[in-house]
């Protein structure tokens, strides 16, 4: 059995009490929910309703297909602003963020955490609109879903779960550690995947079908971001641009784009790369990517954007060309305030 970590221990504990003393219980995670979102959802749905809850997932936008194979009854999926959801939410005695403890990153969702207790579970540093709520929040783990795994063994230590429970905490710990590649990998993940074979988790199988069945949209995009692939190798920033005039025909999701960034991190010479992808609305997702000491998380923040030092993202309410500037000059810089440092690569 893996021990749970003395110094999550109380907070931990604090959040498993607010989940016994809650009937039915709302769980959603920040806006265009990723591998560890979902899972961490999806884990952590299914263990409550095997506890006699009444659980409902509220995302504010929808659930990526390649993840809904995670979730079933009882567990409900309910669309925001759909009935279903406002039921879920007038109903509920508890909502469980996971994945951000950022306001602005819950989109429509964000003042659910002013109606309704709320708890967070959350790998990612504090942000500037962190919700003010009981839960963890715990840089040091390599996902969510390993403090969701802790959670549950802390309420308990080697009991059974539903079978879909160890599959679910696998992926969330299989994509934010980019298949055990990223800086974020560290032993103890290794030990809670290998915890989660014994109980049964098929790697090909979730190989197969988180990274190895793609469609032909997504083919045909990464065509045309291949084809806007630019390096600056002096600065060593590399960048991909997607405008909407090749979006739109493709008819692309969040989805498609998962993983594109990667192309132009795996340059050689890349400190910092970079994703921009046009919005029907005219803003510009950013996705920043570092390969050594630069901290994207920063560069991130400077633009009301978040995430890790090493990922990170940003939504910039401005056109692509506007967008890509601003950013490529902070990225320009960071880079270059690093090089001054002699440790620097």
């Known amino acids: 059995m893996i021990a749970v970590p003395e110094s999550r221990r109380p907070a931990l504990a604090a959040v498993l009490a607010a989940l016994e003393s809650a009937r039915s219980i709302v769980l959603t995670t920040h806006v265009n929910a990723d591998g560890d979102g979902a899972g961490s959802e999806a884990a952590l749905g299914a263990w409550l309703a095997a506890r006699g809850k009444r659980v409902t997932i509220v995302n504010p936008t929808p659930l ?34 996971l994945d951000t403890s950022e306001r602005k990153r819950m989109g429509r969702l964000a003042d659910l955490v002013d109606e309704l207790p709320t708890v ?52 969330a710990i299989v994509t934010d550690t980019g298949s055990f590649r ?93 994703l921009f992808r046009e919005l029907p609305d005219g803003s510009t997702k950013v996705s920043l990517r570092s390969n050594g000491p630069t901290d994207v998380n920063r560069i991130a923040r400077q633009f009301g954007g978040g995430g890790h030092i090493k990922a990170a993202g940003a939504l910039i309410p401005r056109p692509l060309e506007e967008a890509r500037a601003l950013v490529l000059d902070a990225a320009r810089k960071a880079v270059r305030k690093l090089e001054k440092r002699p440790d620097f690569g």
């Open 64 to 97: 990526p297909p390649v993840y809904l194979h995670l979730f079933s009854e009882p567990v409900e999926l309910a669309e925001a602003g759909t009935a279903e959801a406002m039921r879920a939410t007038r109903d509920g005695d508890l909502l469980v963020v």
């Open 182 to 274: 990223f800086s974020n990998t560290s032993p103890r993940a290794h030990a809670i995947a290998g915890e989660l074979l014994r109980r049964g988790v098929d790697p090909e199988d979730v190989y197969r079908r988180l990274f190895a069945t793609v469609s032909l949209r997504r083919i045909a995009l990464l065509r045309s971001a291949l084809e806007r692939l630019e390096a600056d190798t002096e600065a060593r920033v590399s960048w991909i641009s997607l405008p909407r005039s090749v979006l739109e025909p493709l008819n692309a999701t969040s989805e498609d784009m998962e993983g594109i960034v990667e192309y132009a991190r795996s340059i050689e010479g890349t400190e910092v790369a970079l």
């Open 120 to 171: 967070v579970i959350d790998h990612h540093p504090p942000g500037e609109t962190t919700v003010s709520a009981t839960g963890i929040q715990d840089p040091s783990a390599s996902a969510t879903g390993e403090l969701v795994f802790d959670l549950l063994q802390l309420a308990e230590p080697g009991g059974e779960w539903p079978p879909v429970v160890a599959e679910a905490i696998y992926t």
